[in-house]
């Protein structure tokens, strides 16, 4: 019994030692899971924003050619203003009472390390409608 009190004494500083080590085994990865988290957030909502502007460009166009230029547009700004990859999808009738459906997609990359690139990619897409007003005067040719 006694010499198990003795060793038991002797290892002093040995458990927090082990407990720094498994802690580091915990916190590394979160160290990079947070960082991935909010670069997803940031793309979602990058996604979001750019879909609901190009939407209201194209709704308040006066014909589908001029809608498609001004979600163009928007889309443009957006990009700008986020630096993310945003793709368009424009969809939907323009005529008077019709509803007008914009996609916006964009990739987020995992991780990337420098002189090795990036590690896999996530597809974030964002989505919104809006009606073309009915009693709005569109240009010849566009109403059905």
Known sequence: MTL???RLRDEQGQGLVS???????VLLPLLFLVPLF????QGRLAAEQAARDAVRAAVEAPNPNAAQVAAADAL???RV????????????AFARGG???VRV???????????????GTIELSGRA????????????GSSP
């Open 129 to 140: 409608s809006a009606p073309v007003d009915r009693y709005r005067s569109l240009l010849a």
């Open 99 to 101: 509803v007008l459906t």
């Open 76 to 78: 443009a700004r957006a």
């Open 4 to 6: 198990l009190r003795r």
């Open 38 to 41: 909010a670069r997803l957030e």
């Open 81 to 92: 203003q986020t630096r993310e990859p945003l793709r368009l999808e424009l969809g939907g």
């Open 19 to 25: 407990a720094l080590i498994l802690l580091a085994g």
């Open 105 to 119: 997609r964009t990739s987020v990359a995992f991780a990337s390390l420098p002189f090795v690139g990036r590690f």
